[in-house]
C-alpha cells in the first residue's frame, strides 16, 4: 500500500504525487534503457545573428537524408547507413526547426533565402547503421538519434551578465558605448541617458523610451558588424517583445538608489533578467549539449572592419568561457556538464575562390587561438574549418595584366544581375588583419581592401529531391557525429 509520505523538503505528498513520482522513475528508467539501444546525440548549432544557422542546418539535415553530395562522410562511403529518417522531436516545450519551409524556399523555382534563426528550436534525425565486420551477422542494425538543438549566439554572450550587478553592467556598457568606434552608433540614446534623472520616481514611458533608444543603438552596433551587443534577447526578443524583463538599460547610479526609483526599477529587471531567462536557458538547454558547432561570419567580420573583427575575437572568447566555466565559474554550478568537441566554422566560403579557403581557415584559427589564449582554455576538442551550407556561386578564372585573377561568380540578392568578381585577397599571414583590429585601428591598411556582395540562392538544378550543393559540409558532419555511426 502507499500511504502520503513526506518529501525531503518536509511537505506531505498526496497519493497522486507519489504516482506521478513513480510514473516518471519508470519513465526514466526506460527511457533511459532506450537511449543506450538507441543512443541520442545533441548538437547545438550556434554563431551569431546572420552566421548562416538556418541556412546550415537545413543543408545538413537535407545532405543527410540525400548524401549524395556526402563523400567525406565515412559511414557514408563505407556503404553503412541504411536510411535516414526525420522524427517528431522529443521535447515538447521546444520549436520544431521548420526544416520543410525552409528547404521549400531555398529550392524554390525562384529560391530565397529563409527566414533567419530568432529563437532557439531543435530537429530528430535519426540513422539506420548496418552492422559491419564480424558482428554483421549476429546483430540486427542499430539506430542513432541525432537532435539538433538551434539557438542565437547572442544568448551565449549573455553569460557575463551573470556575475555582474546592474552597476558593474551599467558602467560597463556605457564606456563601451563612449568608445570612438561605437560612439556614434549611440549618441541619442546615451543624450536620453543624460538627460534621464535616474534618482527620481520610476516613470514607465520613459523607462519604455530608455530601453528602445538602448535598443535601438545595439541593433546598429550589430548592423556596423560588431558582435558584443548583450542582452542578448534585446536583440532576439521572440515572444518576450516588450515584456517588463527587456525594459530596462544602463544608467549611472544615483547618489541614493531607493527601490521605487527608476535606477531602482532597472536594477530589479536586470535581476529578473538574469533569473529567469538567462539562467533557465542555461539550465534547460545549454546543459544537455554534447557537440557543438559554433558558426562564424568570418568574411562579414573582414568586411565591416577592423572594429568587428576585434568584437568578434572578444565575442569568440566570450562563447568559449560558456563551453568552459571555470571551477568556481557561475555556470558550473547550472550546467555541471561539459561538451565533449567543438567545431568552429568560417561560413559562406562561396565568396571566395577555393584557393583563399586556407586562408580563411588560417584567419578563424588565429582568431580562435587569441580567443583561447584570453579565455584561458583548457577544453574540449576544437577544430576549425571554412564551409558553405548552399553553395551560391561557381569559380571562374580571367586573365588580368597579364595576371590570372580568380573569381566567383553567382547571381546578387540585390537586383538579381549575374556577375563574376573578386572580393579582395586575404592575407596570407593573419596577424595583418589581428594585429590592425587588436590596435584599434578604424580602416585596414592600405594595400588590403575586401568587398563582399550578398548572393541570391542559386536556381535549384532539377526538380529531383537531392541534398543542397555545398562547401565542406561532409567534413562538418565527419567531426559532429561521424564517431558515432
Ligand atoms: P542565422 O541568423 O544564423 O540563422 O543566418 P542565416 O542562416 O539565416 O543566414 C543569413 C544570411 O547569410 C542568409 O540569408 C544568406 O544571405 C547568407 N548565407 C548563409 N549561408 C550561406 C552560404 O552558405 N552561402 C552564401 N552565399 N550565403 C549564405
Known amino acids: 500500500m502507499i500511504k502520503a509520505q513526506k518529501s525531503s523538503k518536509g511537505k506531505r505528498l498526496g497519493i497522486a504525487d507519489i504516482a506521478d513520482q513513480i510514473a516518471r522513475v519508470i519513465d526514466d528508467t526506460q527511457s533511459g534503457a532506450k537511449e543506450l539501444m538507441e543512443p541520442v546525440l545533441r548538437i547545438g548549432v550556434t554563431g551569431l545573428s546572420r552566421a548562416g544557422k538556418t541556412v546550415f542546418i537545413t543543408s ?13 562522410l565515412q ?3 563505407e556503404g553503412r547507413i541504411s536510411a535516414t529518417f526525420l522524427q517528431p522531436q522529443p521535447d515538447d ?11 521549400r524556399a531555398l529550392n524554390a523555382p525562384a529560391p530565397f533565402w529563409p527566414d533567419s534563426t530568432s529563437s532557439i528550436s531543435q530537429l530528430r534525425l535519426s540513422l539506420r547503421l548496418r552492422p559491419v565486420g564480424l558482428l554483421r551477422s549476429m546483430r540486427g542494425q542499430r539506430v542513432v538519434h541525432i537532435d539538433i538543438v538551434d539557438y542565437p549566439g547572442e544568448w551565449l554572450l549573455d553569460l557575463p551578465l551573470l556575475k555582474q550587478s546592474y552597476e558593474q553592467w551599467s558602467a560597463q556598457a556605457l564606456a563601451l558605448a563612449a568608445t570612438p568606434a561605437r560612439h556614434a552608433l549611440a549618441t541619442d540614446w546615451l543624450a536620453q541617458t543624460d538627460d534621464a534623472a535616474p534618482g527620481a520616481a520610476l516613470d514607465e514611458p520613459q523607462a519604455q523610451a530608455l530601453a528602445a533608444a538602448f535598443t535601438a543603438y545595439l541593433l546598429a552596433a550589430r548592423g556596423a558588424g560588431f558582435s558584443n ?7 532576439l526578443p521572440g515572444d518576450l517583445k516588450g515584456s517588463p524583463a527587456l525594459t530596462f538599460a544602463p544608467l549611472p547610479r544615483p547618489a541614493k538608489a531607493r527601490s521605487s526609483t527608476l535606477y ?6 536586470f535581476e ?16 544537455r549539449i554534447d557537440r557543438q558547432i559554433v558558426l562564424v561570419d568570418a568574411l562579414g567580420a573582414i568586411d565591416s572592419g577592423p572594429a568587428a573583427v576585434d568584437d568578434l575575437r572578444a565575442a569568440l572568447s566570450e562563447i568559449l568561457t560558456s563551453f568552459r566555466p571555470g571551477k568556481n565559474h557561475i555556470l558550473s554550478r547550472i550546467t555541471g556538464k561539459r561538451v565533449e568537441k567543438i567545431l568552429f566554422a568560417a561560413t559562406k566560403a562561396d565568396h571566395i575562390h577555393h584557393s583563399q579557403h586556407p586562408r580563411l581557415t588560417a584567419f578563424l584559427e588565429a582568431l ?20 558553405a551550407a548552399l553553395r551560391a556561386t561557381v569559380e571562374q578564372s580571367t586573365r588580368h595584366e597579364g595576371e590570372v585573377l580568380e573569381l566567383v561568380r553567382g547571381r546578387l540578392q540585390d537586383g538579381g544581375k549575374e556577375v563574376a568578381l573578386h572580393p579582395g585577397d586575404l592575407p596570407a599571414d593573419p596577424a595583418r588583419l589581428l594585429t590592425p583590429a587588436r590596435q584599434g585601428a578604424l580602416v585596414w ?8 556582395p550578398v548572393f541570391a540562392p542559386p536556381k535549384p538544378l532539377d526538380a529531383a529531391p537531392h541534398g543542397l550543393a555545398h562547401i565542406r559540409m561532409d567534413k562538418a558532419a565527419a567531426f559532429l557525429l561521424g564517431d558515432k555511426l
Open 445 to 452: 591598411p592600405g594595400d588590403i581592401s575586401y568587398h563582399l
Open 264 to 269: 531602482g526599477a532597472f536594477e530589479r529587471r
Open 93 to 103: 516545450t521546444i520549436p520544431r526547426f521548420a526544416y520543410e519551409a525552409h528547404l
Open 229 to 235: 551587443c548583450a542582452p542578448g534577447r534585446f536583440l
Open 272 to 287: 529578473a533578467y538574469k533569473k529567469q531567462i538567462i539562467k533557465p536557458f542555461f539550465r534547460d538547454h545549454f546543459a
Open 60 to 72: 545538413l539535415v537535407a545532405n543527410l537524408l540525400d548524401r549524395s553530395r556526402m563523400p567525406g
Open 75 to 77: 559511414a557514408e562511403a
Open 368 to 387: 580562435l587561438t587569441e580567443a583561447k589564449d584570453a579565455a584561458n582554455w583548457k577544453g574540449a576538442e576544437t577544430e576549425a574549418l571554412s564551409l
